[in-house]
């Protein structure tokens, strides 16, 4: 069975910090890879998503996200933080053509003015 | 810009009764998606639909649980009858397709559910 492992549960940093979150996950074959955010009050949205080619992945608001296959992980990515990244970021694995999305467990991530 | 519409936003209800959840998706997705995420853990699909036809539940407490998109449209999720470990935050999603492992899934806000 496939599983998401996301190593930190919270982070504190300061604005212009700069942001890795890790994400690891187990399956053998080929996955399709997203990272979701959570704003406070928000609804779950989609951040970047990673099917093939590039492992370089830039999604919006500044953030991106690099597929190391060989480590079987998808580390999210942010070079300056801001206030308004402030929220809870979940990374999720497919695995190809079976679908099941399979989220990790989130990391809350509290930035300070 | 349209959204996952999701009904009772909050629910409070004794176990032993029964509760149900409403939701809307996004119009012309073909696919609804049920997730529950109890706090601090991420969301776990419950039922997904592909229109009125279920192509997964796999997941889904059926001895207690139900769920049904009769006209492919508008779903209900039940619960019958609930259990305090039933408390938990339930979503609702929706995608355009039937491409479940690439489609980008819209969430709803969300129907936090307590059981006493």
């Known amino acids: 069975a496939q599983s998401v492992s996301q190593h930190n549960h919270h982070v504190i940093l300061s604005e212009a910090a700069s942001l890795e979150l890790g994400c690891n996950y187990s399956?053998?074959?080929?996955?399709?890879l997203f990272w979701y955010v959570q704003y406070p009050g928000q609804h779950l949205q989609l951040l970047l998503k990673?099917?093939?080619?590039?492992?370089l992945v830039k999604g919006i608001k500044g953030f991106e996200a690099e597929f190391i296959k060989s480590k079987f992980s998808f580390n999210l990515r942010k070079p300056s933080v801001q206030w308004s990244d402030t929220a809870e970021y979940f990374c999720?694995?497919?695995?190809?053509?079976?679908?099941?999305?399979?989220f990790g467990a989130g990391t809350q991530v509290v930035v300070t003015p | 810009e349209a959204e996952v519409a999701q009904s009772p936003r909050y629910k409070i209800t004794e176990k032993s009764q029964a509760v149900a959840f409403w939701c809307d998706p996004i119009?012309?997705?073909?696919?609804l998606y049920w997730y529950r995420q109890i706090l601090g853990q991420g969301p776990e699909l419950l039922v997904q639909?592909?229109?009125?036809?279920?192509?997964?539940d796999s997941q889904l407490p059926k001895d207690r649980f139900s769920a049904e998109r009769l006209k492919g449209v508008d779903s209900t999720l039940k619960i019958q009858p609930a259990e305090l470990g039933d408390s938990a935050m339930y979503l609702c999603?929706?995608?355009?397709?039937?491409?479940?492992?690439?489609?980008?899934?819209?969430f709803g806000p969300g129907t936090r559910l307590t059981v006493l």
């Open positions: 999603a929706s995608s355009l397709g039937a491409q479940r492992d690439t489609d980008t899934q819209y």
């Open positions: 399956y053998g074959g080929t996955v399709n």
């Open positions: 990673y099917f093939s080619g590039d492992p």
């Open positions: 999720a694995v497919t695995a190809r053509g079976w679908g099941k999305f399979q």
């Open positions: 119009s012309g997705h073909a696919t």
């Open positions: 639909f592909q229109d009125e036809s279920v192509v997964d």
